[in-house]
């Protein structure tokens, strides 16, 4: 069946340095792949959306990467700031709009 | 411009009991869908609107349904609730899909089934 993967466990980055996240998948071969970051009591928020057909996007410090041969998205926050510290969730969907979340990483930036 | 509004923001049912949530998107914006957040499933596709229709639906019992009226507003009911029910609930508006802009999601309704 599909499947999406994310870093369960939380992740802890010092102010100032760069946070990688990582999502991976199986079974699916995704049109899309988007990033939304969800704060507590919050619904998610979207933040980039890349193509298959491209292997790099960039939105001020965020930069994300999708590599559809190692079934893989990296997204990056360079400079990061502890109100950069959330819950950050890959989805995927194909051309039919049929979307699949993952679970999310918690990332915490540290002062 | 005002974002999604989704009411209640909570809600406390008990086992047996059927619950109507409703989603006002965004002005303009034609698609709805809908969403089961909990610890641990994350976000689940629950079914999805678009001009009245529903355009794709996930794999949720038959208790689960909803509806798109033409001013785009949607409702989504659950009947015959049990504890497993209990989630966040969360509505996501786009002007035709997701795939050039993503969604705009509204704050949820945290439904408690007890």
């Known amino acids: 069946s599909q499947k999406i993967e994310q870093n369960s466990e939380a992740l802890n980055i010092q102010e100032g340095k760069t946070a990688t996240l990582t999502c991976n998948y199986t079974?699916?071969?995704?049109?899309?792949l988007q990033w939304y970051r969800q704060d507590p009591g919050r619904g998610p928020v979207f933040l980039l959306l890349i193509r298959e057909n491209e292997k790099e996007k960039r939105k001020e410090r965020l930069k994300v990467t999708f590599d559809t041969t190692l079934k893989q998205s990296l997204f990056h926050i360079t400079a990061s700031q502890p109100a950069d510290s959330a819950t950050y969730l890959c989805a995927l969907s194909n051309r039919d709009d049929k979307i699949i979340f993952g679970k999310g990483t918690r990332l915490h930036i540290l002062p | 411009k005002a974002g999604v509004t989704q009411t209640p923001r909570y809600l406390i049912k008990t086992r047996g009991q059927q619950v109507t949530l409703s989603c006002s998107p965004i002005?303009?914006?034609?698609?709805v869908s809908w969403y089961q957040q909990t610890p641990g499933q994350g976000l689940q596709f629950l079914f999805e609107y678009f001009s009245e229709t529903q355009r794709n639906k996930g794999n949720f019992p038959g208790r689960f349904s909803g509806r798109q009226f033409s001013n785009s507003r949607s409702e989504m009911n659950v009947s015959t609730l049990e504890l497993g029910d209990s989630a966040l609930y969360l509505c996501?508006?786009?002007?035709?899909?997701?795939?050039?802009?993503?969604?705009?999601f509204g704050s949820g309704t945290r439904l408690t089934v007890v």
């Open positions: 996501a508006s786009s002007l035709a899909g997701s795939f050039t802009y993503g969604y705009t």
């Open positions: 079974n699916y071969s995704p049109a899309y």
């Open positions: 002005s303009g914006h034609r698609s």
